[in-house]
């Protein structure tokens, strides 16, 4: 795999300072890609400024006139790299910096979809690709049953890889070969849920998801994953949520749970997220009924 042309994806918003130090990283890989396709989305600080100061000669900027959402900005990339040639792709956010041998160890794995795995600033693991996505199970109200960091206590105790049933587009590479087969991600999710989403669709294409334990990435944030259920996210969280359980769920009770979930918030609305989230997931549930098919490759 080693005359490989790798090319990293970024998505950036708003978040100069933190893309600044997530590119420097990139800079000092020991394995330098050989392309950094940066689309930025629509951001109004100062990330046009921190591109043009990039001395990367291999780094393409793509400005997007309208926010994307990752989704969106993920499908983007892919596709540009992908139409560039490149036999793998990885997906970076703009909130990691990757240790210098991070892409040396991916690529040392010959597997077609590869996850690093992440931690803290202070070393601890935080990696929250799931190891258990249940599908099957209709009283499993969170379908993520298990993630790296609930199954293994640090990095240490990790095997060397450790096959997962979703990742995030935060350090996901996927070769050329997964792309033919399944196509891109699908921009309709904008935030959440993307990502399970393409990892279902490979793996079910055939395609097992390795995360590579010496692979490591630096989150530069704290995990927040408590989003106000009754603000805009609220309505992205659910909607995606549902369309996943309607496009993969393994019977039909399973993809009956949206509609339950959805009555259970309307009917406890008064007590907890009131009127904006009946609104959020009665909506999101009329959307997620039109996004009950995958697409299909191009």
Not at 7 to 26: F, I, K, S
Not at 27 to 46: E, G, H, Q
Not at 58 to 73: S, W
Not at 119 to 137: M, S, W
Request: hydrophobic share 45%; proline share 5%; with cysteine.
């Amino acid at each position: 795999m080693t005359g490989e042309r790798v090319a990293v994806v970024v998505v950036t918003y708003n978040r100069a300072a933190l893309l600044e130090r997530m590119l420097a990283g990139l800079d000092a890989l020991d394995r330098r890609p050989d392309c950094v396709i940066v689309v930025n989305n629509a951001s109004t600080d100062d990330t046009r400024a921190v591109l043009e100061r990039s001395t990367n000669p291999d780094l393409v900027a793509i400005h997007t006139t309208d926010n994307l959402g990752g989704a969106g900005g993920f499908h983007l990339g892919l596709k540009t790299a992908y139409d560039k040639g490149f036999d793998a792709m990885w997906l970076m956010d703009d909130d990691v910096v990757p240790r210098p041998d991070c892409l040396t160890r991916l690529l040392e794995v010959d597997n077609s979809c590869l996850t690093a795995v992440r931690e803290d600033l202070t070393g601890a693991l935080v990696e929250k690709a799931a190891v258990h996505f249940d599908l099957r199970n209709p009283l499993a109200i969170r379908p993520k049953r298990a993630s790296i960091d609930s199954a293994y206590a640090d990095r240490a105790s990790m095997p060397a890889t450790v096959p997962v049933d979703n990742v995030s587009f935060e350090g996901f590479l996927v070769r050329r070969a997964v792309i033919d087969a399944i196509g891109l991600p699908d921009p309709s999710y904008f935030i959440f849920y993307d990502d399970v989403d393409y990892a279902i669709r490979a793996r079910r294409a055939g395609f097992p998801i390795l995360a590579v334990r010496d692979a490591v990435l630096v989150r530069q944030l704290d995990f927040d994953q408590q989003h106000d259920l009754a603000g805009w996210k609220g309505y992205y969280m659910y909607r995606n949520l549902f369309a996943v359980h309607f496009r993969y769920g393994d019977n039909w009770l399973v993809r009956l749970k949206p509609w339950l979930i959805a009555l259970a918030v309307v009917l406890l609305s008064p007590l907890r997220g009131g009127r904006a989230e009946a609104r959020n997931v009665t909506r999101a549930l009329r959307d997620a009924r039109k996004m009950a098919t995958p697409p299909t490759p191009a």
